[in-house]
């Protein structure tokens, strides 16, 4: 291969050094001639200022002096291995006017770049010999980076793991070094620091320009021939169902009923409710929600990554900026697809990590938990536990150096979610600020509703994540999530009906929490509602099941929030009112004095007494407007207890009763108390 130069008579580059005492050879300073250039007589090319031999990596510091003819260099001497530099050089325009005196042409910046690499190869003979003599000595300081490249892939785990983690907490690097970086990292240390608390963005590649779309096609056409590439094998009916229900749904059929097409039942209906919305962004939001079903197959995850999922899901993401709610769909499928090793390389090439680092340092805790869990799952030099859809890390979210030595997890109820359940609690609206009244909340996430509240500086949309992890940074905090519906009116999925009752649900979550790691350590279960019989009935499975006795003798106490284990009067309601309601399984299941919850709370209490759980009860004494003029109260005193371990009421209702009003209630003391009670030795610092 041949190729030409023209520079500038002096360019000055950038010295590389080390700031460690890891240096073992210097080079003089000399000056290296063009030998095997067609030049007559050779003209000198450039003066060696400085050079380091790492073990088996080189690094140069030169100056090219003069360059005043075009040079025609051989270029296949080395190995491919051993041909990489890193220049940077600032681009500049174009333009027939640039003359020599103000700058180097785009041309030349990149021939020049190609000569370098050629300086590397046509030297590297000289520098690969023992060097002696004495040179001038180079700054050890300048070279750390480089240091800790290397070290960042080295044999050594714990040698990886603490490269990375000095490479995130110097903050003292050059923009060209993040540059460098960005670019010499390989894709192990590159999750790492992505996981890193409040790590520089600069050390991650933005995602590649992607490709032009071809005429006539859009985004929604190129979702709808992704879900139709997929294979419908090993799938259940509900993704079957989402599958069907995306392909169906045509820009025409969305434009007529945004006409006055009225179609109630069937698939048109959610339309129906909100004609407002852009068509083309309800077809997106229904193949992304068919895709989450996919990507929950591992073979499916493969003919997505083969098919251009990723740079098609990179297209949606980016047009979608002002949608949280897409945007953490895309990622739940990322971080799907992230559960399978083979995928890792293909989503880093694709440019997702650049994305998932910045989307983890959001402030808005739904954003920051889903791009958690993507980077966690692909973590595999610190992180050997998978998270399964629905799985969430509150806390640690990245890399740390604190051990876990415990596990909180946080069930929610009957309509709630694995973080909007345990936000504090709401302002009354008679005591928010008129000024605060009506604003504008488009960064909040849409599925929290104290928009009053967050007027508030102190106000947590979390409270596990905010205040457990601030007062107990040694534990491992989750939240899960799961559908609940009240009534049939509400399922996503018609299959879905014979999906939800406490037995299926218990055994899904259960092998959800084991890829988790859940039961490894100690842990602590804090449950709301229905959330408490689902624990329960876990808990019980786990004691007839061999391979899960350990997660039975690590449970060292559960904390119930108003949860019915005796049944509770408003499901009774809901059943009289079938004709209106319909009411869902989970529903039926509530009814007072139902046999199987019964039978469920006595094999639970003879479980809980042998292996000696602590438990504690909080009881509602409020009643809860449940709608217009009405109000019950859901869970009373005589079905939250669960008749072993101690309960207390609380002058709140139903759904605020998991909710803390400050930190300092008493609401919040006694659950914290009862966490570090119940664990011990364990939470000992």
């Given at each position: 291969m041949k190729m030409s130069v023209a520079a500038l008579r002096i360019i000055r580059c950038r010295r590389l050094s080390t700031a460690r005492p890891a240096v073992k050879k210097v080079l003089p300073c000399m000056d290296l001639t063009d030998s095997e250039s067609s030049l007559s007589p050779p003209g000198k090319i450039a003066k060696v200022t400085g050079a380091i031999v790492i073990g088996g990596c080189i690094c140069v510091s030169y100056e090219v002096a003069s360059l005043n003819k075009a040079v025609t260099i051989d270029t296949q001497a080395i190995l491919q291995e051993k041909q990489k530099s890193y220049i940077y050089l600032s681009t500049t325009s174009s333009t027939e006017q640039e003359t020599i005196t103000t700058g180097l042409t785009h041309r030349a910046r990149r021939e020049l770049h190609k000569a370098a690499r050629r300086f590397l190869e046509v030297s590297s003979k000289i520098l690969l010999h023992p060097l002696e003599g004495h040179g001038k000595d180079v700054d050890p300081h300048e070279c750390a980076l480089w240091v800790l490249l290397k070290r960042s892939r080295s044999c050594s785990q714990t040698e990886r793991l603490q490269a990375v983690e000095d490479l995130a907490h110097n903050t003292h690097w050059q923009d060209y070094q993040y540059q460098t970086a960005a670019q010499a990292l390989d894709q192990r240390a590159a999750v790492g620091l992505a996981r890193m608390p409040g790590v520089d963005l600069r050390f991650f590649l933005p995602p590649p320009p992607l490709p032009q779309l071809e005429d006539g096609l859009s985004v929604e056409d190129g979702l709808r021939q992704l879900l139709a590439s997929l294979p419908q094998s090993e799938v259940d009916e509900c993704v079957q169902y989402f599958t069907s229900l995306a392909l169906r749904e045509s820009t025409q059929a969305l434009n007529a009923q945004r006409g006055g097409l009225w179609c109630f039942g069937g698939n048109g209906l959610p339309y129906a409710q909100s004609?407002?919305?852009?068509?083309?962004?309800?077809?997106?939001?229904?193949?992304?929600?068919?895709?989450?079903?996919?990507?929950?197959?591992?073979?499916?995850?493969?003919?997505?990554?083969?098919?251009?999922?990723?740079?098609?899901?990179?297209?949606?993401?980016?047009?979608?900026?002002?949608?949280?709610?897409?945007?953490?769909?895309?990622?739940?499928?990322?971080?799907?697809?992230?559960?399978?090793?083979?995928s890792h390389t293909a989503i880093v090439q694709s440019g997702w990590l650049s994305v998932l680092a910045k989307m983890a340092q959001s402030p808005h805790i739904m954003q920051a938990s889903y791009a958690a869990r993507a980077l966690a799952n692909m973590d595999r030099d610190a992180v050997q536990e998978k998270y399964h859809d629905g799985v969430y890390v509150l806390h640690p979210q990245g890399r740390t150096s604190q051990p876990v030595k415990a596990d909180v997890l946080f069930i929610h109820g009957l309509l709630g979610a694995a973080f909007k359940t345990w936000r504090q609690k709401d302002l009354d609206p008679i005591t928010v600020p008129?000024?605060?009244?009506?604003?504008?909340?488009?960064?909040?996430?849409?599925?929290?509703?104290?928009?009053?509240?967050?007027?508030?500086?102190?106000?947590?949309?979390?409270?596990?994540?905010?205040?457990?992890?601030?007062?107990?940074?040694?534990?491992?905090?989750?939240?899960?999530?799961?559908?609940?519906?009240?009534?049939?009116?509400?399922?996503?999925?018609?299959?879905?009906?014979?999906?939800?009752?406490?037995?299926?649900?218990?055994?899904?979550?259960?092998?959800?929490?084991?890829?988790?790691?859940v039961g490894d350590r100690p842990v602590v279960w804090v449950a709301h509602s229905m959330g408490g019989l689902l624990v329960k009935k876990m808990l019980l499975d786990a004691s007839r099941d061999p391979d899960l006795q350990p997660l039975l003798k690590n449970t060292k106490g559960i904390l119930f929030y108003s949860v019915p284990h005796h049944g509770t009067f408003m499901a009774e309601y809901s059943v009289n009112v079938r004709y209106l309601l319909f009411p869902s399984i989970e529903v039926r299941e509530l009814c007072r004095d139902s046999p199987a919850l019964k039978e469920l709370n006595e094999s639970f209490v003879g479980v809980a007494k042998a292996q000696q759980f602590q438990i504690l009860s909080f009881a509602e004494t409020l009643p809860t407007t449940i709608g217009p003029m009405i109000k019950i109260l859901v869970v009373p005193k005589h079905t939250a207890d669960l008749g072993i371990g101690d309960l207390i009421q609380v002058d709140v209702d139903?759904?605020?009763?998991?909710?803390?009003?400050?930190?300092?209630?008493?609401?919040?003391?006694?659950?914290?108390?009862?966490?570090?009670?119940?664990?011990?030795?364990?939470?000992?610092?």
């Open positions: 004609l407002t919305t852009i068509p083309s962004e309800k077809v997106e939001s229904f193949c992304l929600q068919a895709l989450v079903q996919h990507s929950k197959v591992s073979s499916h995850c493969e003919h997505i990554v083969a098919n251009g999922g990723l740079q098609l899901l990179q297209r949606v993401f980016q047009l979608r900026r002002d949608s949280p709610k897409i945007q953490r769909n895309i990622v739940r499928i990322v971080g799907n697809l992230a559960i399978n090793d083979n008129t000024a605060m009244q009506g604003r504008d909340n488009k960064d909040v996430d849409p599925n929290t509703d104290a928009t009053a509240a967050r007027g508030r500086d102190d106000y947590t949309e979390c409270w596990p994540k905010s205040w457990l992890a601030s007062d107990c940074p040694f534990l491992r905090v989750l939240s899960v999530e799961y559908d609940t519906h009240l009534s049939d009116w509400r399922a996503k999925c018609p299959a879905e009906n014979q999906r939800k009752s406490l037995a299926y649900r218990s055994s899904e979550l259960l092998k959800k929490l084991k890829a988790a790691g139903h759904l605020n009763i998991c909710k803390p009003e400050v930190k300092d209630s008493f609401l919040y003391k006694r659950t914290l108390q009862f966490i570090q009670d119940a664990l011990g030795a364990h939470t000992a610092q």
